[in-house]
């Protein structure tokens, strides 16, 4: 602990904090959402799924989640298709896959029990310092404190520092400085809603803030000088689709992984231009049966516009052609997560060709 810290932040303030955000959380805290409780296993999750993604988008997919696999033991029974199933749409599949990989390592190392010492929840697939953290002491485990965005933010206006990996190291001291003895748990959830809901990235609104006048930022303005904001460049692709359908109405799909997008999710195939795809449906002898109508729609991520081509194969006959028996399906038996556009894929041969 640097003495600055200490020397800034003696007892007795410390202890006035302490009380005064306690005090702010248990009259203002978000005390409702679904994962509040000392259950480790849906603590885990709702921490992973909570990664990169916002409260109100996570808890019906969390929701979900519970309603399928409610305990551990139901979870291990799980594949990774079943999981991706109920993620789909949520962004971010790698969080799934870690899921996954990290009940095997439980029930291969932890005794088939989640385990309840900060070094071993750190050492899972998916799980940094913030989140071996909020898992430990959310579940009464034991006594850490966390640094997510809004922790951050809160303590980088309180300390007055730039929000800069440099200060790293003190806002990591500060919060673990400044936690409650007696009450960690709900004090980290009050960071938590504190940076959510009063010190926002915009226009915060420090006259609400519980602890303003210790707050070195307080009132918060940002800098008149203008800051040259760096536009997220967006990128334009274009992506080849084949969506094969047989004599039956069934469709063809299969695992895919393009760029290391949608990653463990199935999908009609997909290329990074035509001539990939021509080459593909001779290698599985199907190129007669393409047709040459092209489909046009746009699908956007984050940073990425894409325009998807999509050529219907219509196969008559199963004869001769090398696709696998194990890949087609009714629209009504698909069990397992398919990306976003393949929804609007599907909706748009269904319309046109009567596919159920």
Known sequence: MSLEIKLSYPSRKRALIRKNILDWYDVKGRDSLPWKGKDIYKIWISEVMLQQTQ????????????????????????????IMKIWSGLGFYRRAENIYKASIRIQQEFNQEFPKNYNDVLSLPGIG???????????????????????????????????????????????????????????????????????????????????????????????????????IKVIEKNIWSLVIVN????????????????????????????????????????????????????????HIKFTFNTILCNIKYHKKVSLSDDNWYNLSDIDFGIPKYQDKIFNQYKSIYGYN
């Open 55 to 82: 409260v109100q988008s996570v808890i019906p997919y969390y929701k979900m989640f519970m309603d399928k696999y409610p305990n551990i033991e139901s979870l291990f029974k799980a594949s990774l298709d079943d």
């Open 247 to 302: 004599n039956e109405g069934q469709f063809y799909l299969e695992k895919i992984s393009y760029d290391n997008l949608w990653r463990g999710l199935y999908s009609s195939p997909v290329f990074h231009n035509k001539s990939d795809l021509m080459s593909w449906t001779e290698s599985h002898k199907i190129e007669e049966c393409v047709e040459s109508n092209i489909w046009k729609f746009t699908h956007k991520l984050s």
């Open 129 to 231: 310092r913030t989140t071996a953290s909020a898992i430990i002491t959310f579940s009464g485990n034991g006594r850490y404190s966390i640094l997510d965005g809004n922790v951050k933010r809160f303590l980088s206006r309180f300390l007055s520092v730039e929000m800069h990996h440099s200060q790293l190291n003190n806002l990591w001291e500060l919060s673990q400085y400044l936690l409650s003895d007696t009450r960690p748990s709900d004090f980290i959830q009050a960071y938590m809603d504190i940076g959510s809901l009063i010190c926002k990235k915009s226009k915060p609104l420090c006259d609400e803030c519980p602890v303003n006048q210790q707050c070195n930022s307080y009132p918060y303005t940002p800098l008149n000088i203008p800051k040259k904001t760096k536009k």
